[in-house]
């Protein structure tokens, strides 16, 4: 059976990571590709789990090598997908799921039209404000530099959110998981005929729910948070919230 090709992204501190790791309890057959970085590890993080860490003149040689399906700087680093990741998911017959940034997302996407992307937004800048903080906290390293440089990004990024599938608005965990988990079995079930093995018509309207058409009234609210117009998908203000007000 051929395996699909998901693209998850989303500002960084938005819950993406952590969709990803309660799907992977959840559903099996979904592989995850490890990307390579030039960033430090955070906290616990360890080489060869999150990423496989490198130095910028590796990742360079591995560039001139032709080693990546995708590449991009994000945040003055250098992040990209192995091309290995992919052969092995497509000799595996298993689905695979890359967690790349919007830059990234577009590549894979001019490359493998197939591939399912989602776009993962928090409900509102203060939500995820408090996000990447309590991250920092939880690592014990909080760079106020860092923290404003992810969030001034976001609403850049979050007007990317027309190219992408599905649309996932992280603000219940549960819910979100739920939503995510009904998009890969909706798509295993529509392309490759695997049956759902429970509720499956729940299933399937969860999932449509949240493709980009069904999406603009779940938008519309967030939108008008990050300052984006929904109908030219512009950033009408700049990055408005009082940084100290949470
Ligand atoms: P990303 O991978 O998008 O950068 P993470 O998965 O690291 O984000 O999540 C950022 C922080 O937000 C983490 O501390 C995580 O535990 C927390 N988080 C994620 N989703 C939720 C949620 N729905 N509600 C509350 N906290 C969340
Ligand atoms: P972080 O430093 O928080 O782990 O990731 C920062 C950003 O880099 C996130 O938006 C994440 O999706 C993106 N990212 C992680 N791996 C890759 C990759 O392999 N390619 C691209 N293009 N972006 C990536």
Redesign the pocket.
Known sequence: MAGILFIIS?P????????VSELRKQVSGVDFAISWTTRAPRGSEENGREYHFTTREDFERRIEAGLFLEHAEVFGNLYGTARQSLDEALDSGHDLMLDIDVQGAEQVRSKIAAAVSIF?LPPNPKVLRT??R??SR?EGVVNEAELYRRLAAASREIEKYREYSYILI????DR?VAQLEAIVLAERFYRNGEPIAYRSRRVLEVAAACLLTNSQERLKPVLEAFGIDGASGQQQLPFGDDPDDD
Request: charged share 20%.
């Open positions: 989303a960084s501190g938005s819950g993406k990571s952590t969709l993962v996000r990447l309590n991250r939880a992280n603000d219940v965990l979100a």
